[in-house]
């Protein structure tokens, strides 16, 4: 299996609860077992080409064990903060319920043993 981290993050509504949500998905993943979770911290909207909105964003990182492929796991992580507003969005930075997103994906595997 390989440990990998995939933070999470929102800036709309009850940002707490909804990334109580983003964990409990994350939880459900196929495959994969939650190691850990880290404590939540608020980050600065950043603009581009998108506007993201005012509201600064609550973050937070989970350690997952997984058979899923890297690809297959950055595919269910956008499967996922799409489904968490109903629609499909093509900007990253926006105002969204629920960002879910794979920055580095595999960092160590575990041998079995």
């Not at 600065?44 to 506007?51: I, L, N, Q």
């Not at 903060?81 to 109903?86: L, M």
Request: proline residues 4%.
């Amino acid at each position: 299996m390989e440990t990998v981290f995939i933070g999470f993050g929102s800036n709309m509504g009850d940002r707490v609860d909804l990334c109580d949500r983003a964990v409990t998905l994350l939880s459900l993943l196929p495959h994969s077992r939650l190691m850990g979770v880290s404590l939540l911290y608020e980050t600065e909207p950043v603009r581009g080409e998108t506007d993201p909105g005012d509201r600064w964003f609550l973050n937070g990182v989970v350690q997952i064990e997984t058979d899923i492929t890297p690809q297959s796991l950055s595919r269910s992580s956008k499967r996922l903060s799409d489904r968490s507003d109903g629609m499909r969005r093509t900007a990253l930075a926006h105002a969204r319920s629920i960002s879910i997103f794979c920055s580095t994906v595999s960092v160590s595997s575990r041998s079995q043993g």
